[in-house]
């Protein structure tokens, strides 16, 4: 320290002034400042913590579960045969991988369940429960049949919702399921044949076939209907059941065609055979495989597409071999390029759209309470469709945009009415797939050996079609998720009110 002329003391040279304390406005934005950095720098969550499971749940109608009084339940494997029991029959009766796992995962939550892990493949559903310091558990259950039910589904989703809400226990959720597995279909067989046959006929009037192309697509698919029903007695396999329908409904067409229906009227094949194999198609495999594939589970996503295409190629091979046999019995080649311009008004073709959707519905065994908001949600598709059709969004376009609402709309409704969204998007969007180009693709292919590569541009053009369809009705549901929170909320309110 230095002496000053006038003998003060001076620091020296060098030395930093003091500095004047912080006040506690600068200590917080200096606290904040710091938080900030490293917020940028290590994000808000560690980049290797593990993802609970229940966070699987969000966006769900199952978020949030309400965890029972009972607190962790102590006869834990009753409750894991429960929960793979009821993914069994969610399987069985259509539902998606997601729609599977996040209700195991809702259930085992809600009854105290905590350390589960679940495995899902195409066939099969694995659980595995392991607790700290305790003996783990794992139990696997394998789905062998399939069968259309959207009813029992509707039952199993609301029956979820019931025990997510804390209303029920796992003894009355037990004797709940065993009650839907066991209750019978809401439309009994003969009913399911009618109204496939009346399916067929109201499509072909709406693709613009006339009453005469109507009544024989209506003969030719009770005919189907009575066919597959007797091959699935005698255990033959849905490829070459599938393969046999399409086959007859084919070779009606084309005879009927070649000498004329009994009435006298020129009908044109093509149109026919459309309506008759529209309801062949895996329509709902195909959108649960597209759904799987999005959601993260390729393994259940590749099982499904390829159980599709083998149904895709079973339709084409019955197609192919009737037209071979038809060309051997010396019949005419089929003008694959004739378009049919409406047969009827718009309003008669919206009646008729609302009709082929409850037909579909009861086809697929729909609760009765859904069919009309069904064919709701399809003629609002249909107006879409042709909407798109107008202003120019071309022929792969359009349909993809109409699924997208009916996708959406399918999910509002659907749990306001307590199903998934699955049992309402389905039969609504089964009019939108192209059976008339997979018809004349298949015709060239088969028979103009010439124009091999234009029919399959037309089966690329198809698949584009059916895959942009699946994709919409998944990409409106992901849209009415946030629209649907509410919805989920006030169902899980009034089951707890129950």
């Known amino acids: 320290m230095t002496k000053a002329p006038d003998g003060r003391r001076r620091p020296p040279t060098g030395a930093l002034p003091p500095t004047e304390p912080l006040t506690a406005h600068q200590v917080r934005q200096n606290a904040a400042a710091k938080r900030m950095l490293r917020r940028l720098v290590q994000g808000e969550n560690p980049p290797t913590a593990p993802m609970s499971i229940v966070d699987r749940l969000a966006g769900s109608p199952y978020a949030n579960p309400m965890i029972q009084a009972g607190g962790v339940d102590t006869s834990a494997r009753k409750t894991i045969d ?63 049949s399939w069968t259309n039910n959207y009813a029992g589904l509707a039952q199993v989703h609301q029956l979820v919702t019931d025990i997510v809400a804390g209303g029920v226990g796992r003894d009355e959720a037990v004797r709940r399921l065993e009650e839907i597995i066991r209750s019978s279909k809401p439309f009994p067989r003969w009913m399911v044949t009618v109204a496939f046959a009346v399916f067929a006929a109201v499509f072909v009037g709406v693709l ?9 697509a209506f003969g030719s698919n009770i005919l189907v209907s009575l066919l597959a029903r007797q091959l699935g007695r005698w255990r033959v396999p849905d490829f070459f059941t599938t393969a046999s329908c399409a086959f007859l409904v084919t070779f009606i ?83 694959v390029t004739e378009t049919f311009p409406p047969a009827y008004p718009l309003w ?49 376009f359009s349909p993809a945009v109409a699924a997208v609402v009916i996708g959406l709309l399918a999910r509002v409704i659907a749990l306001k009415m307590g199903a998934p969204q699955l049992v309402v998007a389905v039969p609504a969007a089964l009019i939108l797939l192209p059976g ?52 989920a909320s006030n169902e899980r309110r009034r089951a707890r009110r129950r």
Not at 94 to 100: K, N, P, Y
Not at 109 to 136: C, H, M, R, W
Not at 314 to 322: E, K, Q
């Open 253 to 335: 067409a084309l005879l009927l065609w070649r000498f004329g229906s009994p009435v006298g009227i020129q009908i044109a094949p093509a149109i026919v055979v459309v309506g008759g194999i529209l309801l062949l198609l895996p329509t709902g495999r195909l959108v649960s495989s597209v759904q799987d594939a999005i959601n993260g589970f390729p393994v259940t996503a590749a099982g499904r597409f390829l159980s599709t295409m083998l149904t895709f190629g079973a339709l084409v091979s019955g197609i192919s071999v009737a037209f071979v046999v038809g060309a051997r019995m010396g019949m005419e080649e089929i003008d």
């Open 82 to 144: 429960f929960a793979l029991h009821l993914a069994e029959s969610m399987f069985r009766y259509g539902a998606g991988a997601l729609e599977v796992e996040t209700s195991i995962i809702a259930v085992t939550a809600a009854l105290g369940l905590k350390n589960i892990e679940v495995d899902i493949t195409n066939q099969s559903v694995a659980l595995n429960y392991a607790p700290k310091d305790q003996t783990p558990i794992t139990l696997l259950r394998v789905v062998r």
């Open 348 to 396: 008669a073709l919206i009646i008729m759209v609302a009709v082929a959707v409850v037909a579909i519905g009861i086809t697929e065994q729909t609760a009765w309470n859904l069919l009309l908001p069904t064919a709701a949600v399809g003629v609002v598709g249909h107006l879409v469709l042709l909407g798109a059709d107008l202003i120019g969004m071309g022929a792969r």
């Open 436 to 487: 008339l180009t997979i018809f004349r693709s298949m015709y060239v292919l088969t028979i103009e050996e010439s124009q091999i590569l234009l029919g399959a541009g037309g089966m690329l053009n198809a698949g584009a079609i059916v895959l942009g369809v699946a994709a919409g009705i998944v990409l409106g549901d992901t849209l009415a998720r946030p629209l649907t929170r509410s919805l």
């Open 208 to 216: 613009g076939g006339g009453p005469g192309a109507s009544a024989v």
